[in-house]
């Protein structure tokens, strides 16, 4: 049974490029959270998506972020026109329910780097 | 607002010695707790939990007790080993979202 998987692991972009990550949850989990790691900075919370449906999208910046979760598919997080302050690690986590008591479930993150 | 709190790292061990990782938390609700860990290069990895008030949790010789009255999750370990070396945060999740803590660097030098 596989993890979490996120794809690319790590991702270059120049200013003003689109970034596009992906993540697929673990075989029979429906809810999905993305979370970004600056560099000695603990995880911010950024969405919470299930499928076909935003949950919660408090941590998203308004502008050039934006997050899905198709019925088929991986969830995909989209970075518009990236600048330098968006490197980062973006984490995928996912879990079968929601709930307190609910463990996630993380993958291995995507290293952007924006030149 | 929820929030967790940390103590501010990096820590720096000699292989056996005694460990803890204080955190304290403020929570709208009731949350289940988890602590965290994330080794270089890697995703992060539920090390263990907590789900009502006095639970402890354990795994790997790391333990934690959930106390409601003064809202801690206080992370010990009686002998650590180089192994341990991560980075390990704390994390109330209230049913909507996982609150992170900006995590505390552990290293344990042989």
């Known amino acids: 049974n596989a993890g979490v998987m996120q794809n690319p692991r790590h991702l270059v972009r120049r200013r003003g490029q689109e970034a596009r990550l992906r993540c697929s949850p673990m075989?029979?989990?429906?809810?999905v959270y993305w979370y970004r790691q600056l560099p000695e900075e603990g995880l911010k919370f950024m969405v919470y998506?299930?499928?076909?449906?935003?949950?919660?999208e408090s941590g998203m910046p308004k502008e050039r972020f934006s997050a899905e979760f198709p019925k088929e598919g991986p969830s995909i997080l989209r970075i518009q026109q990236v600048v330098r302050g968006d490197s980062a690690a973006y984490f995928c986590?996912?879990?079968?329910?929601?709930?307190?008591?609910?463990?996630?479930?993380f993958g291995q993150g995507t290293r952007l780097t924006v030149v | 607002g929820n929030s967790v709190t940390q103590m501010e790292g990096p820590v720096t061990l000699s292989e056996e010695a005694f460990l803890t990782i204080n955190c304290t938390y403020t929570?709208?609700?009731?949350?289940?707790l988890f602590w965290y860990v994330q080794y270089p290069g890697e995703g992060l990895q539920l090390l263990l939990k907590?789900?009502?008030?006095?639970d402890k949790g354990s795994n790997k010789g790391f333990e934690a007790t959930y106390r409601k009255e003064t809202t801690s999750f206080h992370l010990e370990k009686g002998s650590v080993q180089v192994s341990d070396s991560a980075v390990y945060f704390c994390?109330?999740?209230?049913?909507?979202?996982?609150?992170f803590g900006t995590g505390t660097s552990l290293t344990v030098i042989p």
């Open positions: 994390a109330p999740n209230t049913g909507n979202q996982f609150y």
């Open positions: 986590a996912s879990s079968p329910g929601r709930g307190r008591e609910t463990e996630a479930f």
């Open positions: 075989k029979g989990h429906s809810h």
């Open positions: 929570a709208t609700g009731y949350p289940s």
């Open positions: 907590a789900t009502k008030a006095d």
């Open positions: 998506l299930q499928k076909e449906n935003i949950i919660d």
